[in-house]
Protein backbone atom coordinates (compact mmCIF):
# COMPACT_ATOMS: atom_id res chain seq x y z
CA UNK A 1 0.00 0.00 0.00
CA UNK A 2 1.12 3.60 -1.04
CA UNK A 3 2.48 5.94 2.15
CA UNK A 4 3.10 9.54 1.36
CA UNK A 5 4.83 9.68 4.26
CA UNK A 6 7.39 7.03 3.03
CA UNK A 7 7.37 7.94 -0.57
CA UNK A 8 7.93 11.25 -1.25
CA UNK A 9 6.24 12.33 -4.82
CA UNK A 10 8.75 15.32 -6.48
CA UNK A 11 7.21 17.99 -8.52
CA UNK A 12 7.27 16.16 -11.73
CA UNK A 13 6.11 12.96 -10.45
CA UNK A 14 2.76 15.20 -9.01
CA UNK A 15 2.47 16.39 -12.63
CA UNK A 16 2.67 13.04 -14.21
CA UNK A 17 0.04 11.21 -11.89
CA UNK A 18 -2.49 14.28 -12.80
CA UNK A 19 -2.44 13.54 -16.25
CA UNK A 20 -2.38 9.34 -16.06
CA UNK A 21 -5.71 10.31 -14.06
CA UNK A 22 -7.11 12.35 -16.54
CA UNK A 23 -6.73 9.29 -18.73
CA UNK A 24 -3.88 10.05 -20.41
CA UNK A 25 -1.80 6.74 -20.35
CA UNK A 26 0.89 6.54 -22.64
CA UNK A 27 4.13 7.98 -22.16
CA UNK A 28 4.04 10.19 -25.71
CA UNK A 29 0.50 11.38 -25.22
CA UNK A 30 1.16 12.09 -21.39
CA UNK A 31 4.81 14.28 -23.15
CA UNK A 32 2.82 16.10 -25.38
CA UNK A 33 -0.16 17.09 -22.47
CA UNK A 34 3.02 18.18 -20.09
CA UNK A 35 4.84 19.33 -22.80
CA UNK A 36 8.13 17.89 -21.79
CA UNK A 37 10.06 15.46 -23.55
CA UNK A 38 8.92 11.58 -23.79
CA UNK A 39 12.52 10.64 -22.50
CA UNK A 40 11.68 12.68 -19.07
CA UNK A 41 8.17 11.19 -18.41
CA UNK A 42 9.39 7.46 -18.99
CA UNK A 43 11.75 8.47 -16.39
CA UNK A 44 8.89 9.60 -13.98
CA UNK A 45 6.45 6.94 -15.29
CA UNK A 46 9.86 4.30 -14.04
CA UNK A 47 9.82 5.97 -10.65
CA UNK A 48 6.26 6.10 -10.12
CA UNK A 49 5.96 2.38 -11.21
CA UNK A 50 9.04 1.10 -8.68
CA UNK A 51 6.66 3.21 -5.85
CA UNK A 52 3.73 1.15 -6.49
CA UNK A 53 1.80 3.91 -7.74
CA UNK A 54 1.08 2.89 -10.91
CA UNK A 55 1.20 -0.14 -13.20
CA UNK A 56 2.22 -0.52 -16.24
CA UNK A 57 0.58 -3.14 -19.66
CA UNK A 58 1.57 -3.79 -22.94
CA UNK A 59 -0.82 -2.90 -25.34
CA UNK A 60 0.28 -3.84 -28.56
CA UNK A 61 3.46 -2.26 -29.52
CA UNK A 62 2.29 0.55 -26.65
CA UNK A 63 3.52 0.90 -23.20
CA UNK A 64 0.35 2.35 -21.07
CA UNK A 65 0.22 3.04 -17.39
CA UNK A 66 -2.68 3.62 -14.88
CA UNK A 67 -3.77 4.11 -10.94
CA UNK A 68 -3.32 1.18 -9.41
CA UNK A 69 -6.57 -0.09 -8.29
CA UNK A 70 -5.87 -1.02 -4.74
CA UNK A 71 -5.30 1.90 -3.35
CA UNK A 72 -6.44 4.05 -6.01
CA UNK A 73 -8.81 6.20 -3.41
CA UNK A 74 -5.94 6.80 -0.81
CA UNK A 75 -3.27 8.00 -3.54
CA UNK A 76 -5.40 10.41 -4.87
CA UNK A 77 -6.21 11.84 -1.65
CA UNK A 78 -2.66 11.26 -0.34
CA UNK A 79 -0.80 13.17 -2.55
CA UNK A 80 -3.20 15.80 -3.24
CA UNK A 81 -4.15 15.59 -6.58
CA UNK A 82 -5.84 18.83 -8.04
CA UNK A 83 -8.79 18.65 -10.76
CA UNK A 84 -11.07 16.25 -8.61
CA UNK A 85 -13.89 15.50 -11.04
CA UNK A 86 -17.62 16.85 -10.17
CA UNK A 87 -20.87 15.03 -11.10
CA UNK A 88 -21.89 18.03 -12.75
CA UNK A 89 -19.37 17.40 -15.54
CA UNK A 90 -20.46 14.08 -16.32
CA UNK A 91 -24.16 14.64 -16.27
CA UNK A 92 -23.13 17.42 -18.70
CA UNK A 93 -21.72 15.23 -20.93
CA UNK A 94 -24.24 12.31 -20.12
CA UNK A 95 -26.99 15.38 -21.63
CA UNK A 96 -24.78 16.36 -24.77
CA UNK A 97 -24.20 12.48 -25.41
CA UNK A 98 -28.34 12.03 -25.20
CA UNK A 99 -29.10 15.42 -27.15
CA UNK A 100 -26.80 14.00 -30.22
CA UNK A 101 -28.21 10.78 -30.16
CA UNK A 102 -31.58 12.63 -30.36
CA UNK A 103 -30.88 14.05 -33.10
CA UNK A 104 -29.06 11.46 -35.32
CA UNK A 105 -31.92 10.32 -37.40
CA UNK A 106 -31.89 14.22 -38.24
CA UNK A 107 -28.21 14.55 -38.88
CA UNK A 108 -28.64 11.63 -41.52
CA UNK A 109 -31.03 13.83 -43.59
CA UNK A 110 -28.16 16.75 -44.21
CA UNK A 111 -26.28 17.04 -46.96
CA UNK A 112 -22.83 16.44 -45.12
CA UNK A 113 -19.68 14.70 -46.54
CA UNK A 114 -18.65 11.43 -45.44
CA UNK A 115 -15.96 13.36 -43.69
CA UNK A 116 -17.93 15.45 -41.24
CA UNK A 117 -20.13 12.49 -40.90
CA UNK A 118 -17.30 10.66 -39.38
CA UNK A 119 -16.30 13.62 -37.44
CA UNK A 120 -20.01 13.64 -36.05
CA UNK A 121 -20.58 9.86 -35.64
CA UNK A 122 -16.78 9.73 -33.88
CA UNK A 123 -17.69 12.43 -31.26
CA UNK A 124 -20.88 10.46 -30.48
CA UNK A 125 -19.02 7.46 -30.33
CA UNK A 126 -16.16 8.68 -27.75
CA UNK A 127 -19.25 10.38 -25.57
CA UNK A 128 -20.76 6.66 -25.42
CA UNK A 129 -17.52 5.48 -24.68
CA UNK A 130 -16.79 7.82 -21.67
CA UNK A 131 -19.94 7.40 -20.02
CA UNK A 132 -19.77 3.18 -20.72
CA UNK A 133 -16.23 3.68 -18.86
CA UNK A 134 -18.33 5.20 -15.55
CA UNK A 135 -21.50 3.57 -16.22
CA UNK A 136 -22.96 6.66 -16.47
CA UNK A 137 -25.30 5.88 -19.38
CA UNK A 138 -27.39 2.43 -20.25
Request: charged share 35%; proline share 1%.
Amino acid sequence: MFSAETQEITEGERRVLEVVKKGVTTPTEIAKTLRISTSAVSQQLKKLVEKGILSRRRLGRSIHYDLLECGKEEIIGEIGLKGEEREGDWELIRESYEALSRVWSHVLKLNLSPDELKKLRNARNLLEDMLHERRLVR
